[in-house]
Each structure stands twice: as C-alpha cells, then as structure tokens.
C-alpha cells in the first residue's frame, strides 16, 4: 500500500512541469485548476520530505513507519478525537466497546498537547488508585505523554492482566506532580447498574455507552418495576451519567427513547446534506412513564450529553448536578485493507431545540456542586454490643436470609449517605408530578 502512495505521488509531480506549460498560456487560471495545482504542490512536498528523511535522517526508518506516523500526525492536527489506529490499535478499540480488556479502568482526551483523564471506570484499578477527571497524565512508564499520540497512550497504558503501570499525574487543583503505580486488570463492561433508594424509587447507573448498554439497561429497569410492586410500582428514577465518557452513538438514541415516546432524540449534521440525519424517538410498550432526574458534572461527555439533552429539551426529566463536559462531535470509525483504522470526526450533533454542546456542554436546570464525604470519626465510642455485632458469629438460616435483604437494602441507603447531589435528584424526582401517556 505505500508502495503504490509513493508511486501515485512520483507520477504527480512528473507531469507537473507540463501542467504548469499548459497553464502559462492562459491569461487566467481556472478555480479548479489551481486547486489541482495546490494539490500537485503539496503531494510533491510530502514526498520530497519523505525522500530527505529515508536517505538523511540519523537512523534508517521504514517508509510505512513514516507514512502511517505522517497520517497520524495529520489527523491529529485536525481535533482531539480524529486519530489513526494501527491494526492493534484499532482492535483495541473494538474491544472497548464490544467485550472486555486488561487495563487501568480511565478514558482519556487530548487537549492542548496534555493526555487529560476525562473520567476514571467505576470499580476499576484507576478509580480505585484515585484517579479523577481533570488529571494530567504526564508520563507513563517514565516516557513524557507529550512525545506520543492518544493511541499510544492508550496502548502503553493497557497491557496484560497482573502487570503494573506507573503513571506520573498532575491532579487539578495539585502544584507538583503525583507519581502512581497501578496493576492492570481485566476491565469488564458492564455498563448499567441499579440500586434502590426509597420504595418505589431506584438509581440507575450508566457508565459508559457499548453495544450491550439498552439491553442491560431495560433489564435493571424491568427488575425495578418488578420489585417495586408491593410497593405500588416504580415512583421515580433517578438516572446517573456522571463520569460517563460516552460511547457508541445508536445506544444513545436507544437509552433517550427507552424514556421518550415521541419526538427528536439529536440530530447530526456535516458538511454537506447526505451527511444529516435525524433520529426519532418512537412509543416501545416497555417505555418507562415515571418521574425522572438526570445526573451529569464534567465528566459527562458525548453520548451521555446526547441523552441529558434529548431529556432536557423534550421536557422528560430534570437535568442536575455540573455543566458536562462539551463534546459534541461525530466520529466514524473507517477499517482499513491492512487491519489499520481512522476516527474521523464528521459531523456536530444538535439537541432536538437545535442547539450544538460542543465546547459549551450541557446546563444543568438545578446546579448542585459535589460535596467529598466527610470522614466518620473514628474514635466515636459504640454504645451497644450484641453476639450478632461479633466477627464470625454463628447464623441461624433466618439470620443470612435477613442479613441478604438488608444488605440489598441498605445498599442505596449507604450511596445516598455518601452522595449529596444523589440526595438532591431523590428530593427533586419524589417531588415531580406523575407522567400522563400521550394520546392518539
């Protein structure tokens, strides 16, 4: 393949001199021929760069390592999120969002030449190392992440499961750098999770946006309608997209419509009408009819914006929490003969009132900031100890029965002691009024 780029190029600038003989006649040049020209001009300056650095540069490099380093560099200078994968690469990228891989647990952005940590995985190596949204990864491995691109970074972050990374980050609000060691591990995508927080209402987590999202999503709320029937039904959902990065496209657009009956979920525009699409929401018999709010800060990116928006415009739910992150771009994932890949960016994407979020993001209608949990005191004396209280006590069948229902439900009532904007979205959905289906 670059055998053929070379030979396309050598054949350009061949014909050129009699090209520009043709042209000098003419008294004026046409468009078109001089954007031809520009063309000409450019290819032939690639390959005669190309050319000085096989034959003068201190160590020999091959030619399809310039080329693909050229097309990388390329891309790179368009956007943050256009990029040229390799073909390990590209199949680690279809592994983010189809299966499981071994890594740290982080989705990271490129901005300003700097690897940013958009948001760190629940329950993953990174988020449990601490890592938050807003870090600067500085080096990996002691190599500065300046020297490389964000699938480079990506690659020498991953590796195989047990094996340790050291990453040197510059925290948000810290003046000199942190320096973490961390053991990769395999990084599940389950990507929904669910907690019920008072009878009748329920948490519902999305952490990311891969191709099993709307399946597992529908699930955790089949099994709340289920469960909340003593209790006279679902009441309420309070929808988490905090730290979501975002994700595949169409699992926006299924999410959004799994609470939307009607009307535009987002619409996507380019640079030329074949490139605009609009997607339609459409009444599903497990559509969900309750009371909703919906969770973002800045680590809500991309698909997650699509829904909040989608949410918010259509009137659906109550945004709250921080304005998200503001990414709001379409990118196409292009396979290549050789296993290579592109991610293009190809077009802005628009909330159903017409509004683009790309560098603005999503304002929330109640902004309620993030409150850190203060730490329990530790040397608070207890007042009463009982044989249940003991460490390895004998249970009765009873005893583990009640034991595993109350774990169950304590476990929402532990988030809500540790979360105050999930306090707040509690309060604020308990308090909106009942939805009403739409007529024929």
């Known amino acids: 393949m670059s055998v053929f780029v070379r030979l396309v190029v050598f054949s350009f600038f061949c014909s050129l001199p009699f090209t520009q003989m043709a042209c000098a006649a003419q008294p004026k040049q046409a468009p078109a021929a001089e954007q031809k020209m520009d063309k000409f001009e450019a290819l032939k300056r690639f390959s005669q760069v190309l050319d000085l650095v096989e034959r003068h540069?201190?160590?020999?490099?091959?030619?399809?390592?310039?080329?693909?380093?050229?097309?990388?560099?390329?891309?790179?200078?368009?956007?943050?999120?256009?990029?040229?994968?390799?073909?390990?690469?590209?199949?680690?990228?279809?592994?983010?969002?189809?299966?499981?891989?071994?890594?740290?647990?982080?989705?990271?952005?490129?901005?300003?030449?700097?690897?940013?940590?958009?948001?760190?995985?629940?329950?993953?190596?990174?988020?449990?190392?601490?890592?938050?949204?807003?870090?600067?990864?500085?080096?990996?491995?002691?190599?500065?992440?300046?020297?490389?691109?964000?699938?480079?970074?990506?690659?020498?972050i991953r590796g195989p499961k047990g094996t340790e990374v050291e990453l040197t980050l510059l925290h948000s609000e810290a003046k000199t750098p942190q320096t973490v060691r961390i053991v990769r591990d395999s990084i599940p995508l389950v990507s929904v999770k669910s907690k019920k927080l008072e009878d009748g209402y329920y948490w519902v987590r999305v952490t990311r946006f891969s191709e099993r999202t709307t399946d597992e999503l529908k699930a955790a709320l089949g099994q709340a309608v289920k469960d909340s029937k003593d209790a006279g039904g679902l009441k309420g959902v309070v929808l988490d997209l905090r730290n979501n990065p975002g994700g595949l496209l169409d699992q926006a657009v299924s999410v959004s419509d799994a609470f939307l009956q009607a009307g535009t979920i987002v619409s996507i525009k380019g640079r030329g009408p074949h490139s605009e699409r609009v997607y339609e929401?459409?009444?599903?018999?497990?559509?969900?009819?309750?009371?909703?709010?919906?969770?973002?800060?800045?680590?809500?990116?991309?698909?997650?914006?699509?829904?909040?928006?989608?949410?918010?415009?259509?009137?659906?739910?109550?945004?709250?929490?921080?304005?998200?992150?503001?990414?709001?771009?379409?990118?196409?994932?292009?396979?290549?003969?050789?296993?290579?890949?592109?991610?293009?960016?190809?077009?802005?994407?628009?909330?159903?009132?017409?509004?683009?979020?790309?560098?603005?993001?999503?304002?929330?209608?109640?902004?309620?900031?993030?409150?850190?949990?203060?730490?329990?005191?530790?040397?608070?004396?207890?007042?009463?100890?009982?044989?249940?209280d003991l460490n390895r006590h004998l249970e009765n069948a009873k005893d583990r029965k009640d034991k595993k229902a109350k774990d169950k439900k304590d476990e929402g009532k532990e988030q809500l002691a540790r979360d105050n904007q999930l306090r707040m979205a509690l309060q604020l959905v308990k308090g909106l009024p009942k939805m009403r289906d739409i007529k024929d």
């Open 281 to 388: 929401a459409h009444t599903q018999s497990d559509d969900v009819r309750v009371p909703m709010v919906v969770l973002i800060n800045a680590g809500s990116a991309s698909a997650s914006e699509i829904v909040a928006g989608a949410l918010r415009d259509q009137k659906r739910a109550l945004i709250i929490g921080e304005r998200s992150f503001g990414k709001g771009s379409v990118q196409n994932i292009i396979p290549l003969a050789d296993g290579s890949g592109l991610k293009l960016t190809v077009a802005l994407y628009y909330t159903p009132n017409g509004s683009s979020i790309q560098a603005e993001g999503i304002v929330p209608d109640v902004e309620v900031l993030y409150e850190a949990p203060k730490a329990e005191d530790a040397e608070k004396p207890r007042l009463l100890l009982r044989e249940k």
């Open 57 to 156: 540069y201190v160590k020999e490099v091959g030619q399809s390592e310039l080329i693909n380093g050229a097309v990388r560099g390329m891309l790179q200078g368009l956007d943050p999120h256009s990029t040229f994968m390799n073909a390990e690469e590209y199949k680690e990228m279809q592994e983010t969002t189809s299966g499981e891989f071994c890594g740290v647990g982080i989705e990271i952005s490129m901005e300003n030449s700097q690897v940013v940590v958009v948001t760190p995985i629940e329950d993953t190596p990174a988020f449990r190392a601490g890592l938050q949204a807003g870090d600067i990864i500085l080096s990996i491995n002691g190599q500065p992440t300046q020297e490389l691109s964000l699938q480079e970074v990506v690659s020498r």
